[in-house]
């Protein structure tokens, strides 16, 4: 059996999917694997290197005239305006290239800003903050996480925010704020309890804009990341930082409702994303399973690399439709917090064992830096703690199975 070298990713229109989305679907594969992909290697290099440049510039016009620029904002800020499934089904294709994201118009942490914006933003902020990120004159971070207390439970947040005359004054420590070098302002989730305040442990949350070049905000350190410091996930201080009390995102006390807004459709992205990658470290697994040799034939032939394939197949089929499923309760205003906490476990162990047998498949070639793997590796570990780690997801899973029992009712599977 041969595969050809640039066999190219395999999509076709979707039954029951509006025309529209399979459309989408379409376009965005053919940019992916024809442009994209065959350029990997000069994506790889250096931000500054011009060639490079002028390739990305390049692009993303190519991508804006074919309406495929910014999935996740309306129309009226310059998005695609295809809606929540339409963003979810056309990040299983963006995925493929760890490349693609940027390129289209979306770049985390920025977008899921620029989302919370569009909901919870007054005029004036979305004046002085959305529009520039929409044009690509600043960049922004989301600045949750601390090192003295539990991420995992973001009522233990201690970072204050206290009312002095018309300002807010801002005290705390932040680590693994993502992008917190180059961001222009950060969105901040402070404890604004007290004055005012009903005692509702969800309600003593409120996110803060600030600007990074507001005296008093200290970034410390990048924290090195799977050895590398060179990420800007920061730690930062905040000491008496002033900002005016127009900069509260939202109203008072609902920073906690704002942080799983932004985190539950994102995470059906992140889901999907996972899928795109499973979806292209399987081809890159089948494609050298048949065509490299060991011990007298060829990897194919041999069936504990059936085995990877099969069991490939399966964790990707699985995960695949688990995410549609939770998108789709989603989508039509169901209480979908089991779907988003199953999916949050299960897809990313599912991409772990993916990518691990593709890159045992490969050898040496499979931890290198020659093929994207490596990459997805890293990021499926990593996805199985940032956003909520395995542990808490499955504790909210079987607190809303047991609550449903409780209240006399069996878990309905086909809704
Ligand atoms: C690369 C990366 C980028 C990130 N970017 C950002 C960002 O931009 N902004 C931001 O604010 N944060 C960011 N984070 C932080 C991330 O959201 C947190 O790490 C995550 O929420 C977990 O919090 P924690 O690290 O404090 O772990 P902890 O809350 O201390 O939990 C540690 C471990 O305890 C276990 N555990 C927790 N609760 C339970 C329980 N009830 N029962 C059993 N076991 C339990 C889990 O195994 C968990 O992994 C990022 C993290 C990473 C790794």
């Known amino acids: 059996m041969t595969i050809p070298a640039f066999a190219p990713l395999s999509v076709q229109p979707i039954p029951n999917l509006s025309d529209e989305i399979n459309q989408v679907r379409l376009d965005t594969a053919k940019i992916v694997s024809e442009y994209i992909i065959p350029k990997e290697e000069l994506l790889r290099r250096p931000r500054e290197d011009t060639e490079r440049q002028s390739f990305v510039y390049e692009i993303q016009e190519h991508v804006k005239q074919q309406n495929l620029w910014a999935p996740h904002l309306p129309k009226e800020y310059g998005g695609m305006g295809i809606g929540f499934l339409g963003h979810a089904y056309m990040n299983e294709i963006l995925a493929w290239s760890p490349f693609s994201n940027p390129l289209f118009g979306v770049v985390a942490p920025t977008s899921g800003n620029e989302s919370l914006l569009v909901k919870y933003g007054t005029e004036e902020q979305k004046e002085k903050w959305l529009m520039p990120m929409i044009r690509g004159e600043i960049t922004s971070c989301f600045s949750m996480t601390e090192p003295d207390n539990a991420g995992s439970n973001p009522r233990s947040i201690q970072t204050t925010a206290v009312r002095d005359g018309d300002e807010w004054v ?11 070098v180059h961001a222009s302002v950060a969105v901040v989730m402070c404890r604004t309890e007290g004055e005012g305040d009903d005692g509702d442990p969800n309600e003593k949350m409120t996110q803060i804009l600030v600007p990074t070049d507001t005296p008093g905000f200290n970034i410390e350190r990048s924290v090195p990341v799977w050895g590398n410091a060179g990420g800007n996930h920061c730690e930062i201080t905040y000491n008496n930082v002033r900002v005016p009390l127009e900069n509260a995102l939202g109203a008072r006390g609902t920073g906690h409702q ?7 459709a994102g995470r059906v992205y992140h889901c999907m994303n996972c899928v795109g990658q499973m979806w292209r470290a399987f081809d890159l697994m089948i494609k050298r399973a048949t065509t490299r040799e060991v011990h007298g034939g060829p990897l194919y032939e041999k069936q504990m690399i059936q085995d990877f394939i099969a069991e490939s197949y399966m964790d990707i089929q699985a995960a695949r439709l688990m995410t549609i ?20 476990v299960f897809v990313p162990n599912a991409m772990h064992r993916v990518v691990d047998r593709a890159i045992q498949v490969h050898g040496a070639m499979g931890v290198s830096g020659d093929t994207p793997l490596a990459g997805m590796y890293l990021s499926a570990r990593t996805l199985r703690i940032a956003d909520g780690p395995d542990e808490v997801h499955k504790i909210l899973m ?11 009712k069996a878990w309905d599977f086909g809704v």
């Open 398 to 408: 079987a607190k809303n199975i047991l609550k449903h029992y409780a209240a006399g």
């Open 258 to 264: 704002a942080a799983q807004d932004r985190l539950g």
């Open 170 to 180: 801002i005290n705390g420590r932040k680590w693994f704020t993502s992008n917190g």
């Open 325 to 344: 499923h939770c998108a789709e309760v989603i989508d039509n205003d169901g209480d979908s917090r089991t779907e988003i906490s199953a999916i949050k």
